[in-house]
């Protein structure tokens, strides 16, 4: 997904002559290009984060649109009442990339595990939050969302390449990838290809046929896309996120504002800190966030739904 | 404009802002009244105006809980009417306590929060150079602020990047929220922290219009320039002056009459 976001950001730079790149001293080897090219809309702060949002919030008040760039939760924890009062009060125009999403650096501890950012930014006003979920997710979004005006916050990680069953798709509505009747998993991120295993699986053993669709744009809300919800009878959120204030809170705040009641079953990190590590995929597994896991929560939210009727 | 009559006009809205809305930080206000004076008047060049120029010259409260200043200095300039200044702290007023830049031209930034303004001022004057500019970025800081981290990130950045149309004024009364500098956390030896961060640094009377004038108009070399400007907590009233108690509190009636009649009374 990281190449996607630098192949976007390419496209983008040379096109635009506002266009500047800040990191705050990370991204080893990834941006070579990039300076070859425009070693004059590039710049390397240091390990200085909070200096850094200042500095790309007065530069966009100056009329650059600026990508500032960093990984797991230093570009946003670290700086965050910068994020909020420099950037978003300011209505700055500024791209803020988090390379390593979820447990994307699963074995370098807690400090890198990225799983309370989308809650913490989501909860800011005046910002835009976006969590692709594949590669093609990555590189629509990037081109699109640095010319939006304002914050926006863009979360990317290792993703396997996945297509969307439709071949244009606008990144700021959910982005279908299975299509099924009886029910629906909204997710963000690369835990996508975890939904898909498992919607698979469960069609295949147990002939329960879902849709699958990524929710790569969590703020602002696709109003039309969440207002056909009323209908869906199962509605499940998976993601590599903490369960607090996360994708699947976003989705009930985003139903209440509609007046739609709807249990919804959300499949995210327990409220807990991880200090057994491992990879992505054994992160993922030791949080009940792999395939089987999240078959067996979804079977039984459909049997515990169903002692009810 | 003759800056030191333009500082009594501050002193005397300011007072009566802080009265009016029963609002903290007279004593951090009147600090730096002389500071703004000298800028709006003699160093700035801003008018309304010329805010549409992208090559002017940028003034950033950091300090923002002194914001009271600036609001008068821009109003009395005619950014916006004085009726709205008395509105300062009061329901629905957008003249909040920290500086806010909604809806009122001329403020540059929005602070309350320290340790903002240095990184933010870096910003401007990074953009600047960048766009091959003259204007320059003046930051107003307080000493307290320079205890946190992010102030010494900023100082850092600007240093190494030879900021030179950066000015950092700090507003060195030696007092900070409960106590003094010195007592709180010491900030000694001050000048030489930013002359080995990579700044040309200067103490200077931060009351004294002609030394303030003549050293905020010199020319920086390759470097950024820091004026530690010394100051008096409360300057121009009496009783107000070194005393932490005015950090918080607001000027009663009477205290508002005394107040007035040493500032008016003042040469």
């Known amino acids: ?309 | 404009m003759i800056s030191r009559k333009f500082a009594k006009k501050l002193r005397i809205e300011t007072l009566k802002m802080t009265h009016h809305g029963r609002s903290s930080h007279i004593g951090s206000i009147l600090s730096i009244i002389d500071i703004v004076a000298v800028l709006y008047c003699r160093i700035l060049k801003l008018r309304p105006g010329n805010l549409k120029n992208n090559d002017r010259n940028r003034f950033i409260l950091s300090k923002g809980h002194a914001g009271a200043a600036v609001y008068a200095a821009l109003a009395f300039l005619g950014f916006f009417s004085k009726k709205k200044l008395m509105s300062h702290c009061k329901n629905g007023s957008n003249l909040s306590g920290h500086i806010s830049h909604i809806n009122l031209p001329g403020v540059e930034f929005s602070t309350g929060s320290l340790g903002h303004g240095l990184s933010v001022g870096c910003g401007f004057a990074f953009a600047s150079k960048l766009k091959k500019e003259k204007s320059k970025t003046f930051v107003l800081l307080s000493d307290g602020e320079c205890n946190e981290g992010s102030t010494w990130e900023a100082a850092m950045f600007a240093g190494h990047h030879k900021l030179k149309n950066l000015v950092a004024i700090i507003d060195y009364n030696k007092l900070q929220s409960l106590t003094t500098t010195t007592k709180t956390l010491n900030l000694e030896p001050f000048k030489k922290k930013w002359e080995s961060f990579g700044w040309d640094c200067k103490l200077i009377d931060g009351h004294n219009h002609k030394i303030l004038e003549k050293n905020f108009s010199t020319k920086s070399k390759n470097k950024p320039k820091c004026f530690i400007a010394s100051t008096i907590k409360g300057k121009g009233v009496s009783f107000m002056e070194n005393k932490v108690l005015w950090h918080y509190r607001s000027p009663n009636i009477l205290e508002l009459k005394k107040a007035l009649e040493e500032v008016k009374n003042a040469r």
């Open chain 1, 1 to 309: 997904m990281r190449d996607n976001f630098l192949k976007a950001l390419l496209e983008v730079t040379k096109k635009d002559q506002n266009i500047f790149l800040i990191t705050g001293d990370l991204g080893f080897k990834i941006f070579d290009n990039y300076i070859k090219k425009f070693k004059n809309r590039f710049l390397n702060v240091g390990v200085a984060e909070q200096n850094m949002i200042g500095i790309a919030s007065a530069m966009s008040l100056r009329g650059y649109k600026v990508i500032v760039y960093s990984i797991a939760n230093f570009g946003t924890l670290r700086c965050l009442e910068q994020i909020r009062n420099d950037a978003a009060y300011h209505n700055s125009n500024i791209t803020i990339v988090a390379s390593g999403g979820g447990y994307t650096y699963g074995s370098l501890g807690v400090s890198h595990h990225a799983t309370e950012d989308i809650g913490i930014l989501r909860s800011l006003p005046n910002i835009k939050v976006f969590v692709p979920s594949s590669g093609v997710e990555s590189y629509l979004t990037t081109k699109k969302i640095i010319n939006l005006k304002g914050v926006k916050y863009l979360r990317i990680e290792k993703t396997s390449n996945i297509k969307p069953l439709n071949k244009k798709i606008d990144v700021l509505k959910p982005i279908i990838y299975r299509k099924g009747n009886d029910g629906i998993i909204l997710t963000s991120g690369g835990i996508l290809s975890e939904c898909i295993d498992s919607a698979d699986k469960l069609f295949k053993n147990k002939k329960i046929n879902l849709s699958i669709y990524s929710l790569n744009c969590i703020k602002p809300f696709n109003k039309n896309f969440f207002k056909k919800l009323l209908k869906v009878k199962y509605i499940i959120s998976v993601e590599e996120h903490n369960y607090s204030c996360g994708i699947g809170s976003s989705i009930l705040e985003n139903l209440n504002k509609l007046n739609i009641k709807k249990n919804i079953k959300i499949i995210a990190i327990k409220d807990r800190y991880s200090s057994i590590v491992g990879d992505q995929n054994y992160m993922r597994r030791s949080n009940n966030l792999n395939s089987k896991s999240i078959q067996n929560e979804i079977l039984k939210f459909f049997n515990d739904a169903k002692k009810h009727f």
